[in-house]
């Protein structure tokens, strides 16, 4: 226990903001799990400034489990911190710092798991990957997916231990994110009507936006199992203009769906871009739709290898479903590997001021990651 909260203060000392470098963190993690014996691999990431890493202890073969885990976290500006949010500071069984729960408190447990993992006769292989650039649309996992998926790379299961109050998760939501780039036409602003105004177009977008939430709301595949139990749309950035006198000739909004597996992401998709060409032809500007981001949902059966295993290591069979996304569904969709989320915590204090894992939910997570090496005797 005290190893794990060792390595958690390490952890969080690093700054790994999504976006930005990891190659400090990944370095001395690198260095951390050389000492228990792991054959380390520095995988694809974006760039040459974020990496990923992958760690195998025990020996070759496909039966083998996953731990996973990402190592970036969103920023502190802005936010009224109590103490420094890249120090670990300890308040009454509280352990506050940036990452504390989401998720470097996971991946300090799976440093101890290695260390575990090191003085037992393994038969199967214990995988450890970490990600990077998770926070900003489970972007930087994707190289590494993609370099293990060349290699036929296999497993039996894998567990991705986001925050979840070790409550097993067999599903979470996929998102689309998109961009909506409108042009229309400038003009002077006392004779409006010689231009097409950008803006209005965008607002219009809005209704259209808005439009297919309230749809997906009424009409759409609906999972009773989750927190809003069907799909959501919204806009959540828009620009335009650059001047109050000044007909806008372009606009830009940002908007995203979020949907439970087995909804037609691109049916939705291609039902907004439908009404987009209808809005630019009464109005008589251009709309442009493009693509930011996309991950899968992810719906793992209730008999699937990896419940049975998070079961058996002590996962509450309390099962749930997160309309957050995370990078498990990823791991289904590239690697066909049974993958469920279950991890130490609570998702609800992540991305706030004062983020904290307790020493308590930092034991049990250990005690759960403990039972899951032994099942590899």
């Known amino acids: 226990m005290t190893d794990t909260i060792d390595t958690l203060a390490k952890l969080v000392s690093f ?16 260095t951390r799990l050389t000492a228990t014996g792991a054959r380390l691999r520095v995988m694809p990431g974006t760039d040459a400034q974020r990496i990923n890493l992958w760690a195998m202890l025990g020996p070759e073969g496909p039966g083998g489990i996953v731990l996973s885990a990402h190592a970036d976290v969103v920023p502190v500006a802005g936010q009224a911190w109590s103490s420094d949010p890249f120090a670990l500071t300890e308040r009454e069984g509280r352990l506050y710092a940036r990452g504390a729960v989401d998720m470097k408190g996971f991946l300090a447990g799976m440093v101890t798991a290695a260390e575990k993992a090191r003085r037992l006769p393994l ?40 925050p979840t109050d070790l409550v097993i998760a067999t599903g979470h939501k996929g998102k689309l994110a998109a961009r909506i780039a409108v042009r229309g036409r400038a003009a002077h602003s006392a004779n409006p009507g010689l231009g097409v105004n950008a803006i209005g177009i965008a607002a219009a977008m809005v209704a259209e936006v808005e439009g297919l939430a309230a749809w997906l709301a009424a009409e759409g595949v609906r999972d009773a199992a989750y927190a809003v139990p069907h799909g959501t749309a919204q806009v959540g950035t828009i620009q335009g203009g650059t001047a109050l006198n000044i007909v806008p000739a372009e606009a830009e909004l940002a908007f995203e769906i979020r949907f439970p597996a087995g909804e037609d992401h691109a049916a939705l998709l291609e039902r907004l871009r ?10 008589g500007g251009e709309i442009e739709i493009t693509v930011t981001n996309l991950y899968p949902g992810l719906a793992e059966p209730e008999d699937s290898p990896a419940v049975t295993l998070a079961a058996a290591a002590g996962g509450r069979r309390a099962f749930t479903k997160l309309d957050f996304g995370t990078e498990a569904g990823l791991f289904r969709e590239m690697l066909g590997l049974p993958s469920v989320v279950c991890g130490p915590g609570s998702i609800s204090r992540a991305h706030k001021p004062d983020e904290f894992i307790t020493r308590d939910e930092l034991a049990a997570g250990d005690a759960f990651l403990g039972r899951v090496v032994e099942s590899l005797v």
Do not use: K, Y
Request: with cysteine.
């Open 274 to 283: 439908a009404r987009a060409v209808l809005v630019a032809a009464a109005r």
């Open 15 to 30: 700054p790994t903001l999504a976006t930005g470098p990891n190659l400090d963190l990944m370095g001395w993690l690198q």
């Open 123 to 162: 038969t199967r292989p214990l995988h450890l990957l970490v990600s990077h650039d998770e926070e900003i649309g489970c972007v930087g996992v994707r190289p590494m997916l993609r370099a293990l998926a060349d290699e036929r790379f296999q497993a039996a299961a894998c567990i991705v231990g986001e």
